[in-house]
């Protein structure tokens, strides 16, 4: 006890003395990192917004929505211009919003399937060019978004490789879809029109968005798969659990919160993508998603209009932000587990294991449904 | 777990109802989607004529024409139709990217003739914007290969402007012979000239070779569009005189105010002849080449004509012309075709690889 508490008075002044060197330097990093996060990210979100509104709440809301202009003849053919375009507009800034969620609907969902096959393959199997698989699912990451996109023209492209296929491909355009009633057709909706081609199209955004936010999804859930290793399938699978349900009850729900945070991390870049969708839209109105409005609107001298739509996008960023701590919160682990804890972790998982077992076995496997 | 999976499936199924809630109108057959490729100024112009023909196209016809508009630089255009870029009708800024599409295979020789006046239904000019009142006292062309003076262009590489400035440049340096278009002999004079010229003295000029070096060592950036180029000079603030169409630069001043830059005319220039041509293999496919034909017919009626000179290019029409003389003031312009042989030769020779800009320019940093 004695030595207990010597022990404790030698640490006591080298502690204090070491916690008010650290606050010294803390409170230096501190501030320092506040002026950095002022200047670098507080500002220029704050400047979108101030932009947004500096003609007034009236014109952020003509951005998106305008009224029909009454017929006046009195108005010169420049000036009824002027209404009818500030109309076309906010239907135009609507349209690239569609697109945009459009494009998320399918990429997220698809990559979402593709991430979570290719995780599985790297984490729980060893194979022959395993590596460079890793390496392939990196690429998206190092390749520059305009490359991704010039790839994408050079393979479908009218003279690209796929070329003659590519442009002949007739395919219903999935946003014409109509109601058209059970008169005649089992199924009630039609598509009023079809494409064709495959660059310059919404498919084409959408091939290249799936590329360069491929990484998101594999990337989040390989590194859990790979520390929670195969035990528990291979158990279930031995205590005569099917492939599927294997995957559903043990791979799946191990995974689930890390695939939901790739997904989100997926759907921010999907969002903001700009170089590749920039390259295969063909600067055509319609094929706008939202960064690419932004643009055009600001290259038509409409900064307050480019920074309203701009609020979106960075509301949406503000969300995710949220979402993710909330998946951050949930999973209780963000940092790279220390070797300690990961046995400590597998530990655990062992024991969670031991119950998938209980409920595998035998007798109890009856009253599973 | 369940609930999660199903925020999950609720969200993506939100999402899609989303994209897919305001789907588009139901359209009858009787309904045209053209797509006019163009090159970045025209945006606004062309916004406004789609209206017009629109209206007229459905009064006539009883056909609902949607033109979806697309715009970039000019050879960036035309590289995307090269591509596969599905449009009707291409209005570029410079005759080269047309020729480009020709060699695509996807154009039938012959363009040039198949509407009138060159297949340019307005031209335009190249000039200069200064800051208000001219403090650098920019008058001509020998006053922007000044040291003190820092000039805005964008890249003749990429942008039909920047290479009608970079000829207008050479050719006024070069002497070019000019007339002036505002008359119907002017105009006509100008046409023959151009058809009867034979050899082109003004490529071995040395004083317009040295000239252009000059110059390319006071732009500070070389923007890919002339939009981009605007907007470097005007948003931004850099440079002394930006070097444009006449057009972009009363649209800068219609945008960013009067008040705050001067446009100067130099004492000769380049006549600018934005031409339009139907793409044969795209209507062929898409079966519209009846609209696509009435789409560019439309450009020189007098209704198109007059809109035209609102948006402040120069009419072909030469009483809508004279109707906008008060902002468009004759001018001594010469011809591309009579200064240089056309668009074929001047391209090959000064902006094609290795060519004469690529010999001359060297980036400032």
């Known amino acids: ?369 | 777990m369940f609930r999660s999976k199903i925020a999950v499936i609720g969200l993506v199924v939100a999402a899609a109802a989303l994209a897919v809630g305001p789907a588009r109108q139901a359209r009858s057959g009787q309904d045209v989607t053209l797509l006019n490729v163009s090159y970045d100024p025209t945006r606004e112009l062309y916004s406004a004529i789609n209206d017009l023909f629109t209206e007229a196209y459905k009064a006539k016809t009883g056909v609902n024409v949607t033109v979806e508009q697309s715009h970039g630089g000019s050879s960036k255009q035309a590289r995307a139709v090269i591509d596969g870029l599905q449009a009707d009708v291409v209005t570029l800024g410079v005759g080269s990217d047309i020729l480009a599409i020709e060699k695509a295979g996807l154009i039938k020789p012959g363009w040039q003739d198949r509407f009138p006046d060159n297949a340019s239904p307005y031209t335009s000019t190249v000039a200069f914007l200064v800051r208000k009142g001219n403090p650098k006292h920019i008058k001509d062309w020998k006053d922007l290969l000044r040291s003190d003076v820092q000039v805005i262009v964008a890249n003749p590489k990429t942008s039909g402007a920047a290479r009608w400035s970079f000829l207008a440049l050479w050719g006024a340096t070069a002497g070019a012979k000019t007339y002036d278009l505002s008359t119907p002999e002017g105009l006509a004079a100008s046409i023959a000239a151009g058809k009867a010229a034979k050899d082109f003295p003004a490529y071995k000029n040395a004083a317009a070779l040295a000239a252009v070096t000059e110059l390319y060592k006071h732009v500070p950036v070389l923007d890919t569009g002339s939009r981009g180029a605007t907007v470097t000079f005007a948003q931004k603030g850099i440079g002394d005189v930006l070097l444009n169409w006449e057009n972009e630069l009363y649209l800068a001043q219609d945008e960013f105010g009067g008040d705050k830059f001067d446009i100067v005319y130099p004492s000769t220039s380049i006549l600018g002849e934005p031409p339009v041509a139907i793409v044969d293999s795209v209507v062929d496919k898409k079966k519209t080449r009846a609209v696509a034909q009435a789409y560019l017919d439309f450009l020189y009626s007098k209704a198109a004509q007059d809109v035209i000179g609102q948006w402040h290019y120069r009419p072909r029409d030469i009483e809508t012309l004279k109707k906008y003389s008060a902002e468009l003031p004759p001018l001594k312009l010469f011809t591309v075709d009579e200064t240089f042989g056309g668009w074929a030769r001047a391209q090959k020779t000064f902006f094609a690889d290795g060519g004469i800009f690529d010999q001359i320019y060297k980036p400032t940093n």
């Not at chain 1, 790739?262 to 700009?274: N, P, Q, S, Y």
């Open chain 1, 1 to 369: 006890m004695a030595e207990v508490s010597a022990i404790k008075g030698a640490a006591q002044p080298a502690k204090q003395r070491t916690r008010k060197k650290r606050s010294l330097a803390s409170r230096l990093l501190v501030a320092g990192t506040i002026l950095f996060l002022t200047l670098f990210v507080i500002l220029p979100v704050a400047n979108v917004f101030t932009e947004a509104l500096s003609k007034g709440v009236g014109a952020y809301v003509e951005t998106f929505y305008v009224e029909k202009p009454a017929q006046n003849a009195n108005l010169s053919f420049r000036e009824r211009h002027r209404i009818v375009a500030k109309a076309a507009r906010a239907e135009r800034t609507w349209s690239a919003i569609r697109l945009s969620c459009f494009v998320a609907a399918c990429v997220v969902p698809l990559n979402m399937i593709f991430g979570l096959a290719a995780a599985w393959a790297i984490a729980k199997f060893r194979f022959r060019g395993r590596v460079f698989l890793l390496t392939l699912i990196d690429l998206p990451f190092s390749i520059s978004p305009v490359i991704a996109g010039m790839m994408f023209v050079l393979l479908f492209g009218r003279t690209g490789i796929f070329g003659d296929w590519a442009t002949n491909l007739t395919w219903p355009d999935p946003t014409s879809i109509a109601w058209q009633g059970f008169e005649g057709h089992w199924w009630p909706f039609a598509f009023t029109r079809s494409e064709s081609g495959i660059m310059f199209t919404p498919l084409a955004i959408i091939l290249a968005t799936i590329f360069v936010t491929f990484p998101f999804v594999a990337r989040s859930v390989i590194p859990l798969m790979e520390a929670q290793g195969s035990e528990e399938e291979i158990a279930a699978l031995s205590l005569g659990a099917g492939g599927w349900r294997t995957f559903r009850t043990v791979t799946l729900a191990n995974i689930k919160w890390a695939l939901l945070y790739g997904a989100i991390l997926c759907t921010a870049r999907t969002f903001g993508e700009f170089g590749a969708v920039s390259v295969v839209s063909g600067h055509i109105d319609s094929n706008d998603t939202m960064p690419l409005r932004i643009e055009k609107l600001w290259d038509a001298y409409d900064m307050q209009a480019a920074f309203s739509v701009a609020t979106l996008l960075s509301g949406l960023a503000v969300l995710t932000l949220i979402v993710k701590s909330v998946v951050e919160w949930k999973t209780g682990h963000t940092r790279a587990p220390e070797p300690r804890e990961l046995e400590l972790k597998s530990d655990e998982h062992r024991s969670a294991g031991d119950q998938q077992v209980l409920r595998l076995l035998p007798g109890t496997q009856g009253r599973e449904p």
